[in-house]
């Protein structure tokens, strides 16, 4: 499903990302656990077109070269990144946003918009399954939101939009132990042989309702190790140091 | 100082045409008219070096030779007055036409015998016992226009004073539908002036809402100098919603000036959407304790659009309350200007007064200039104010983006909301329909709205 090859980032004069490979395929879990600034969340602003200052690599999606696609494009090709930082708009009505975002995607692919009154029920049974309160869909998107629930509000709008390839950036940050449940619930809720996710977290905790396929750990912006889901343990106990002492290249 | 061209070609063109306007055998407005051409003659048009007017250069309206507006132009026939009046709105309406009241377009049937509706050139043409109020209200104001003019065209006002309304509402009347004034400009009122002076009355306790619409016919470059003034009774409580919106190619000069006495209620909606070069000031006296007034605006250019906002409000008495917020959208090389200036008299205590104004630019080219003024001169007060100019927040576009809208819906969706601020206040359906429509036609024609990424 998602091919990065070779990616390098520079901002400035600075490398953030230096030769990553990455091989997602259809129906896979990848978990991307790194110290902070290792260079994660640029990752997934490549992946989503919010960076395209690439000093080289390939990134394809379903076979489509993905870096000739602008954001909106990406997005309709199923391509979904739930925001580490979730941003507030005022003025916008969550709602309001959900029905563009949905019709925009339908339009794409040849359907018919919803309805007010189809959307309004398929968008109230997600809600229910993230215990969402119905009042959060009048207000302006994320504003006065706390921590947990614009993470929430990103995991509807995931639900809503059936994304292809979902990166979860930090998702589980700030999320209380029931919260996260009900949040891995509403991705779990969407998991098929044709979807994949990406779950960048810094705790194993999710892994363990969201369990991954496999797990990557991203130091100095190179995928440094890979492994299966018992990485995330050991590396929860053993710290990133243990990781670069046993890794000659990461320090490289 | 230096008189242009087209001041002295107004003044000739005054005392020129004097004896064909409405009353000029009555000595007392003939009188008015000749006091206010004078002043003018002195004063002439604004310049950038006055302060008031230091944003604002009236060259482009000073190109044009522009002819007062006989009542022969006016020619209300083939004129489908239901195309223009607001849309399902129930109201009393008063039409003008290039400054003319038509009574023939107008409905003020069946209005309470406590309110008193009717056109200024009626009443100076023809004063009866029954109007003596309105005459010497509408008398009194002009006198005051002249007097006090603070820059030429309220001279021009007064000097050439030729129709409008005058509304009295009695005490505790309470109108039953909005005044609905619509002053449309007709396709051929190419360079031609329209001038119009409003009298309102509201007294103790009177409750009403007042519609102030401007609309072209055609793509037309008229000159539009328009004056209100409210006089509030204590208790009385007005909203007034002016939408201005004429040919982008015309010339706009308004103004609203308020008094208010003790526990009265003021609020206006100033949107201005038209006009080549538009000027719109607010002038609030608060005289009464514990009265209170709301000014909110919103104003979007595009092209060569000018658009000034001018406003002060004074408070003249202890514990009155005013609260002002102003925004704009300036796209292409449109140009802006806010003007708020809050005065607090020496012991004017317990003043409430809020003042906000935010500018978002959509293109390079676009400015706006934010000018709050404050004197304050009473301590135990509360003022704020705060002024922003500023872009769309490129992170949220992206977010947007990134749920798979494009650019452009993006761009408008976060535009409109910043307009929203203002318009989901209006309160009169009618009203807020029509403002939202013609506020996402304007945003959603932009067209450097893609190019400004
Ligand atoms: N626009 C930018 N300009 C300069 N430096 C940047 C920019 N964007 C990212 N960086 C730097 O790149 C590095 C990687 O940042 P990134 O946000 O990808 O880290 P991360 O792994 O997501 O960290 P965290 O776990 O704290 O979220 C950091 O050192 C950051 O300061
Ligand atoms: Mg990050």
């Known amino acids: ?252 | 100082m230096k008189v242009s061209p087209l001041a002295n070609y107004l003044t000739e063109q005054g005392n020129r045409v004097a004896h064909a306007l409405p009353g000029s055998s009555i000595d007392s407005v003939a009188q008015i008219r000749k006091n206010a051409l004078a002043r003018f003659a002195l004063t002439g048009l604004p310049r950038m070096t006055d302060e008031q007017w230091r944003y604002t250069n009236i060259r482009s309206l000073e190109k044009h030779q522009f002819e007062l507006s006989q009542s022969s132009d006016c020619k209300p026939d083939g004129v489908n007055i239901s195309e223009w009046r607001l849309p399902k709105a129930d109201t009393y309406l008063a039409v003008f036409l290039d400054g003319w009241f038509c009574s023939e377009l107008s409905n003020l049937e069946n209005l309470p015998d406590t309110a008193n509706i009717c056109s200024l050139a009626e009443i100076l043409e023809f004063p009866t016992n029954a109007n003596t109020q309105s005459f010497e209200l509408a008398l009194q104001e002009l006198r005051s226009m002249s007097a006090n003019a603070e820059h030429g065209f309220t001279a021009l006002g007064a000097g050439f004073a030729a129709d409008g309304l005058v509304v009295q509402v009695g005490s505790d009347v309470t109108l039953d539908k909005p005044l609905e004034v619509l002053f449309l400009s007709q396709r051929d009122a190419d360079t031609r002036f329209c001038n119009v002076n409003n009298f309102v009355y509201a007294g103790k306790g009177a409750n009403f809402q007042l519609i102030e619409r401007y609309l072209s016919l055609g793509d037309t470059n008229h000159l539009t100098n328009s004056s209100f003034t409210f006089n509030l009774e204590a208790d009385a409580q007005v909203d007034h919603y002016r939408i201005q919106n004429e040919s982008e190619c015309a010339f706009h000069i308004g103004s609203a000036k308020t008094r208010q006495k003790d526990s009265s209620r003021y609020r206006i909606f100033s949107i201005s959407l038209g006009a080549l070069l538009n000027r719109h000031e607010v002038i609030q006296s608060l005289d009464g304790e514990n009265s209170h007034c709301e000014l909110k605006g919103l104003y979007i250019g595009r092209g060569n659009q000018h658009i000034d906002n001018y406003t002060t409000i004074a408070h003249e008495c202890a514990d009155a309350t005013s609260d002002e917020f102003y925004k704009g959208v300036l796209d292409d090389r449109a140009r802006s200007v806010f003007h708020g200036r809050i005065k607090v008299a020496p012991g004017a205590q317990h003043t409430d007064a809020q003042q906000q104004n935010r500018n978002l630019l959509l293109s390079r080219n676009a400015e706006a200039d934010t000018k709050p003024q404050l004197e304050i001169y009473a301590d135990d007060v509360k003022c704020s104010h705060g002024a922003t100019i500023g872009q769309l927040d490129e992170n949220a576009v992206f977010y947007l983006r990134s749920r798979g809208l494009t650019e452009e819906q993006a761009r408008t969706m976060l535009t409109d909301a910043f307009a929203a601020e203002i318009v989901n206040d209006i309160e009169l359906e009618p009203v807020l329909t029509e403002v939202s429509n013609l506020v996402q036609k304007k945003l959603s024609s932009g067209n450097s709205i893609k190019e400004a990424a």
């Open chain 1, 1 to 252: 499903m998602l091919s990065i090859n070779d990616l390098c980032v520079q901002i400035e004069d600075k490398k953030i990302l230096d030769g990553i490979n990455l091989d997602v395929a259809a129906g896979e879990v990848h978990a991307v656990m790194g110290p902070n600034g290792s260079g994660k969340s640029t990752l997934a602003n490549v992946i989503t077109g919010k960076l395209d200052n690439l000093t080289q690599g390939r990134i394809t999606f379903n076979g489509m070269d993905l870096l000739d696609l602008d954001p909106e494009e990406r997005a309709r090709e199923g391509i979904f990144l739930a925001f580490q930082h979730p941003i507030e708009i005022p003025g916008v009505n969550n709602i309001y946003l959900i029905k563009a975002a949905v019709n925009a995607l339908r339009r794409h692919r040849g359907e018919s918009e919803l309805d007010a009154i189809d959307f309004l029920a398929i968008v109230r049974e997600k809600m229910k399954l993230l215990q969402i309160n119905e009042s959060f869909l009048y207000r302006s998107v994320n504003e006065g939101f706390s921590g947990g629930e614009k993470k929430r509000n990103e995991i509807l709008q995931m639900m809503m939009l059936e994304p292809k390839l979902t990166v979860l950036d930090e998702t589980d940050s700030g999320l209380d132990i029931d919260a996260l449940k009900i949040v891995s619930r509403g991705v779990n809720s969407l998991a098929d042989a044709g979807r994949s996710t990406v779950i960048i977290t810094h705790f194993p905790r999710i892994l363990e309702y969201i369990v991954p396929d496999h797990v990557h750990v991203l130091i100095g912006g190179r995928i440094v190790r890979s492994g299966g889901k018992d990485l995330a343990h050991e590396l929860e106990k053993y710290g990133y140091t243990w990781v670069i002492e046993d890794t000659p290249a990461a320090v490289a």
